[in-house]
């Protein structure tokens, strides 16, 4: 099974109960999928295709969940950017991962805007998080939310490439490892069966999800 799948499944089962806490929201599962979809279909419009290389640099919001989730379902990979990251590191990312589209949240903006002199060929569109005005050039987040909440799900296999994780390079740069679909669904069912999760608990995560714990465990 690949991630949008399993997404759809849980929509389809259970479209009422709650998905996701996030300060005063609450979002059933129908509701995240239905947004979801409205994002892939905005990132299709902006040109992003299957297989394409998407960063993410936000702080834990439901806009990280809408993206990824967007992404994946266009067969996009997601690449998590870790928001303690400055210039040099997010610039070796965003050229070694060749990205194609950033997510950014506008406390991160900033750093981003110090790059854009830089070698950065494959940076096409620039999807901009926050309540200020959106800088020249980036797209709000608010209008991807407008687009059309029926979504025609590309071919996808599940050892696609969903999420390409960067290492903590320990001996040299980080190295930038691709996950497949199989993979992140695979490890959270293994986590939820060993730990002994079932539909009436709620996991709680403090953890970054630029990092694969809150990935793979948490979300997934």
Not at 27 to 50: D, P, Q, S
Not at 178 to 194: E, P
Not at 195 to 201: A, E, L, S
């Amino acid at each position: 099974m690949n991630i949008p799948e399993l997404l759809e499944k849980h929509a389809a089962e259970q479209p009422n109960k709650v998905y996701l806490y996030f300060a005063n929201q609450e979002i059933t599962y129908r509701e995240f999928n239905l947004t979801a979809n409205r994002i892939a279909n905005a990132f299709k419009k902006l040109g992003v295709t299957k297989a394409d290389m998407a960063a993410i640099m936000l702080p834990n919001c439901p806009e990280y969940l809408y993206a990824w989730m967007g992404l994946n379902k266009l067969g996009a990979v997601e690449v998590p950017v870790n928001t303690n990251f400055k210039e040099a590191e997010l610039l070796y990312l965003l050229q070694h991962a060749e990205a194609s589209t950033i997510v950014i949240h506008e406390s991160f903006y900033p750093i981003l805007k110090k790059l854009q002199e830089q070698e950065l060929p494959k940076l096409k569109n620039v999807v901009y998080v926050g309540a200020g005005a959106t800088p020249e050039g980036a797209v709000p987040f608010e209008l991807l939310l407008n687009e059309k909440a029926e979504f025609v799900q590309p071919r996808i296999s599940d050892d696609d490439p969903a999420v390409c994780i960067y290492t903590s390079g320990t001996t040299d740069k980080p190295k930038g490892v691709m996950n497949s679909h199989r993979g992140w669904v695979l490890t959270g069912q293994s986590y939820a069966y060993t730990v002994g999760i079932t539909k009436n608990d709620r996991v709680m995560t403090p953890n970054p999800l630029f990092h694969a714990n809150a990935q793979v465990y948490s979300t997934m």
